[in-house]
């Protein structure tokens, strides 16, 4: 069964408090400006992303976005709803099936699929959408704190 759970009151969730179905979602905008924006940060200047006139002549007949622009919606979603505050990502697995394009909105869902308490790690599986079409998924592997830190007064 799945639980969509909002962010913690704290920032983020402890390990006792996840458990296996919990799911976060988050609905993003895909922009001119964020795509130039993630450009910058990333490097990554691929004219498919930012020439239209380039990007009109490729099998994509327009431009996209970075594939890891979306990924990064997830990361969004990890770091600040579920597990949120505290967590680091271990790996992220990624697959790509459709692109994104300027003007989408995409639906990033991460759901709970397996608790570590030794390890302190969990498993999260990781979906992207677009006009609720599956346009990227992958599954993370996320360290989560024990604890919270004690609040200063």
């Known amino acids: 069964m ?6 913690h009151p704290s920032g ?9 179905g919990m799911a976060a979602e988050k609905i993003v905008d895909v922009t001119e400006d964020r ?18 006139a380039y ?3 490729t099998a994509y007949r327009g431009r996209i976005a970075h594939g890891l622009l979306s990924a990064a ?5 990890v770091g600040t709803i579920l ?9 992220q ?3 790509f099936h459709f692109p994104v394009r300027i003007g989408d909105q995409v639906r990033i869902r991460i759901t709970v699929i397996a608790v ?4 302190a790690r969990v498993e999260l599986n990781c979906e992207g959408f677009a006009a609720d079409k599956l346009v990227m998924d992958g599954i993370a592997v996320v360290r989560v704190p024990r604890r919270r830190k004690p609040q200063n007064r």
Do not use: Q
């Open 2 to 7: 799945t639980e969509l759970a909002h962010a």
């Open 12 to 20: 983020g969730y402890i390990l006792e408090e996840l458990h296996v």
């Open 35 to 52: 795509i130039r924006l993630f450009a910058e940060a990333s490097d990554d200047f691929n004219p498919v992303h930012l020439d239209e």
């Open 55 to 57: 990007a009109a002549r």
């Open 73 to 77: 919606f997830g990361s969004a979603v």
């Open 83 to 91: 597990p949120g505050a505290g967590s680091i990502y271990v790996s």
């Open 93 to 95: 697995t990624l697959a």
């Open 116 to 119: 570590d308490p030794e390890s």
